[in-house]
């Protein structure tokens, strides 16, 4: 396999190597929230958040739409789902 993929490949699974980045994007399974809204869902300050979000962002694994003021973050596509899924199937096996 092409070493550029298999570098992407291991880039995109470091994305869920942090508990509060999982955390946020299970919290977007229901649909888009904004940064105050997770960060209360999730009890975690809006900066830890908004930070969060921007690597989350950054690996195209969530989406932003701005209404207003306001920034409102969904899922990027069906795959982060799947990829989730299949992980936590994975983790409760036994």
């Known amino acids: 396999m092409d070493e550029e993929v298999l570098y992407d490949l291991a880039e995109l699974f470091k994305m869920f190597g942090d508990s509060s980045r999982v955390r946020i994007l299970y919290a977007l399974f229901d649909g888009e929230l904004n940064v105050?809204?997770?960060?209360?869902?999730?009890?975690?300050?809006?900066?830890?958040?908004?930070?969060?979000?921007?690597?989350?962002?950054?690996?195209?694994?969530?989406?932003?739409?701005?209404?207003?003021?306001?920034?409102?973050?969904?899922?990027?596509?069906?795959?982060?789902?799947i990829i989730m899924d299949a992980g936590l199937e994975h983790v409760t096996e036994e």
């Open 36 to 81: 105050s809204d997770l960060s209360d869902a999730l009890s975690m300050t809006q900066s830890a958040v908004s930070h969060q979000l921007r690597i989350l962002k950054q690996g195209k694994l969530v989406k932003a739409r701005r209404e207003g003021k306001s920034m409102y973050y969904s899922l990027a596509d069906d795959h982060v789902r």
